[in-house]
């Protein structure tokens, strides 16, 4: 909940001048002043707000405004912010040293967490984000193919490799630039395009490009289009088209890992891929990523096999030890997801009752502990329904929540994220600002 007033125009109705100083400092001395661009507030207008501390499901900015929080660092903090068992292990990895450049125990135990609770998962590589756990895979894809060519879906983002940044989704999309400078044509003449839930797209570039195609990459339940959950069958044809044609299916879970259930999409939707990238709940809320399949694959990586990859602070202790804290306890506390599950079911009744009691133009998705609100009619299935958001009316609907307390990812391609820390009540005041917020923004 805002703190006052403060009479700060930019942050509509709370008081932001700290906020609003530091990034005029940080202008200064980093690229638009922010690490990642969604961050910046573009979409949305106004100034950032610069968090200083969270705890469970709720964060506190710079101002002393405290805010009920549905970023969750944009996914990681499934258990919520500084659950006492990963501080823990934070806390005591950091005593006996912060890296080594060698071989932990901590590698181990938490590779044995992700092979057990992963169906696909036999052997499993350890990197330092997201970004390098699919471009690690997709080159693993083309090593083991002998085949040049990737398949990604419109409007899926896969991390900011060159060959994931054609007709990219969310934050390149809340910049308004389907593509990024920079990429070069022979990058993106690798890069084949497909429609999500669009089988027939995806048949047709295989038969454009027979044998080229070295694997498709795929969200099984996207999320950097908003939340767009697959079809009945989707994942399945996309599993037949690759077996069919010598490609790989990858699943990128960066997001969906562990989140959606204990052993991420793939065992939930029980569709198997080829290989499966992991990040965000893998850390605990440390920068991690990984990737993984079969022996049989995994051992071409070097040094076992010739594709090479490499990090200096591969299998850092410090995310180690955080990731084993929030695996542990998920394999320990499955009731975790059932709980996540009843949260998601109040939202859509709530969302639900709001959009057909008022006729609003809005489509509400979900996902196990993901959702979005998207300001448009719905169905939502695919990029090309995403894009017709309006993106002013949800810009006016963030600045509202975020004056009655409610911390929004500042886009409108973007997620809720739920945590086990959010209560029911929590829910309840969140329909109950966005009840208010919609009547302002629509104008009932």
């Keep these: 909940m805002s703190k006052g007033d403060g009479g700060d125009s930019d942050c509509r109705g709370i008081d932001c001048s700290k906020s609003r100083t530091l990034f005029a400092k940080a202008k200064r001395l980093i690229p638009g002043g922010v690490n990642s661009p969604v961050r910046a507030f573009g979409s949305v207008g106004g100034s950032p707000l610069f968090i ?18 549905y970023v969750g660092s944009w996914g990681p903090m499934l ?20 890296s080594f450049g060698a071989p932990t125990p901590g590698e181990v135990t938490l590779a044995e967490l992700v092979v057990d609770m992963v169906p696909s998962v036999e052997v499993v590589r350890f990197v330092n984000s997201g970004t390098e756990a699919t471009m690690s895979a997709v080159r693993l894809a083309r090593a083991v193919t002998g085949m040049p060519k990737v398949t990604k879906f419109r409007g899926g983002y896969h991390g900011h490799a060159d060959s994931f940044l054609v007709e990219a989704g969310s934050g390149s999309a809340t910049l308004g630039v389907p593509s990024s400078p920079g990429v070069t044509d022979c990058m993106a003449a690798d890069t084949l395009v497909a429609d999500y839930n669009d089988l027939a797209s995806v048949e047709r570039l295989f038969g454009e490009n027979v044998g080229q195609v070295a694997c498709v990459i795929v969200e099984p339940i996207a999320g950097n289009m908003g939340c767009v959950p697959p079809e009945p069958g989707f994942l399945e044809g996309l599993k037949q088209i690759c077996d069919a044609n010598g490609a790989l299916l990858v699943f990128d879970e960066v997001i969906t890992g562990f989140r959606v259930a204990h052993g991420g999409a793939q065992e939930r939707l029980g569709v198997l891929p080829d290989l499966t990238t992991l990040g965000k709940v893998i850390g605990g809320g440390l920068p991690v990523g990984a990737y993984g399949g079969s022996e049989q694959l995994m051992n071409k990586v070097a040094p076992v096999g010739a594709v090479y990859q490499a990090g200096t602070l591969s ?6 030890a955080a990731g084993t804290a929030t695996l542990s306890h998920l394999r320990d506390h499955r009731e975790t997801y059932e709980y996540l599950e009843k949260l998601g079911e109040m939202l859509d009744s709530g969302f639900g009752d709001l959009i057909r009691g008022n006729g609003y133009p809005l489509c509400w998705n979900r996902f196990g502990s993901i959702g979005t609100l998207f300001f448009t009619e719905g169905p939502v299935t695919s990029w090309g329904t995403a894009a017709k958001v309006d993106r002013g009316k949800f810009a006016d609907y963030f600045m509202k929540m975020l004056a009655r307390g409610i911390y929004l990812a500042p886009s ?5 994220f739920l945590s086990a820390a959010h209560t029911e009540a929590d829910i309840e005041r969140t329909l109950h600002a966005a009840r208010d917020s919609l009547a302002e923004v629509f104008g009932a």
């Design 79 to 98: 258990l919520g912010h500084n659950h006492p068992k990963v501080l823990t292990a934070i806390t005591k990895a950091a005593q006996s040293g912060t």
């Design 412 to 416: 409108p391609y973007e997620a809720m």
């Design 52 to 69: 200083e501390r969270a705890s469970g499901a709720r964060v506190w900015d710079v101002d002393g405004n405290d805010f009920l929080d």
């Design 315 to 320: 299998g850092n202790p410090l995310a180690m």
